[in-house]
């Protein structure tokens, strides 16, 4: 077995703010994905990786970075973040993209 | 364009019924289908998937009826318990892609005792 972390569980940020969320796991998988989960909109890909150092685009990149810095870790940026903006953002893992993703608690957001 | 789509949005059975949630979706290239259960405060987990040459597949209480003709689903849940009071988000994978699941918006389930 396996776990995700992702860390902050809770992240508070102001308006124009440049905040990160780490994600970290210990599956030994080689793919990573990053989702948006917005209140009655489903889980939308904003970034994966299959790979260390590898970064594909998913539908909803604008606004977001990403960075795999090493097997193990995936990393989202919100480059400006959004008055009121409000999302649970949640990290995946699978040994390969045909896979079943195994999914983080999430990382709950708030802009004020 | 949404690619899945799922009815009813909120659904709220008594204890022992069968609740029935539906899936349909638009790319006849979709060829891998899970269901994932979402409780309050955690990350989606895998509940059960078929693929589209079955048409049903079971797993305890957790059936998937499969229609590939109509690129419909749906997950029947008999015995429902208050432990399954959750969320379930259907998924589709496109063939040949890979990596990206398509996810619907999410159902709702309701158990009453």
């Known amino acids: 077995g396996g776990i995700i972390t992702q860390t902050p569980k809770f992240l508070i940020g102001q308006e124009g703010q440049k905040l990160t969320l780490k994600c970290q796991q210990n599956?030994?998988?080689?793919?990573m994905y990053w989702y948006r989960q917005d209140s009655g909109k489903g889980l939308r890909l904003i970034y994966y990786?299959?790979?260390?150092?590898?970064?594909q685009k998913g539908d909803l990149s604008e606004g977001y970075d990403a960075s795999r810095e090493k097997k193990s870790s995936f990393s989202l940026t919100v480059t400006s973040a959004q008055k009121n903006e409000m999302a649970v953002f949640l990290c995946a893992s699978s040994m390969g993209g045909q896979d079943t993703q195994y999914f983080g608690p999430g990382t709950r957001l708030l802009v004020l | 364009q949404q690619q899945v789509r799922q009815s009813p949005q909120s659904l709220t059975v008594w204890e022992g019924e069968t609740a029935i949630l539906n899936c349909s979706y638009e790319?006849?290239?979709?060829?891998?289908f899970p269901w994932y259960q979402q409780f309050p405060g955690e990350g989606p987990a895998l509940l059960i998937s078929?693929?589209?040459?079955?048409d049903k597949k079971e797993d305890g209480r957790f059936t998937i009826f499969f229609n590939k003709r109509e690129k419909k689903l749906s997950l029947h849940i008999t015995d429902s318990q208050p432990g399954d009071s959750a969320t379930y988000f259907c998924?589709?994978?496109?063939?040949?892609?890979?990596?990206?699941?398509?996810f619907g918006k999410g159902a709702k389930l309701t158990v009453s005792p």
């Open positions: 990786s299959i790979t260390e150092n590898d970064l």
């Open positions: 790319d006849s290239t979709f060829n891998y």
């Open positions: 078929i693929r589209s040459v079955s």
């Open positions: 998924a589709a994978r496109q063939q040949g892609t890979g990596s990206k699941l398509s």
């Open positions: 599956f030994n998988h080689d793919t």
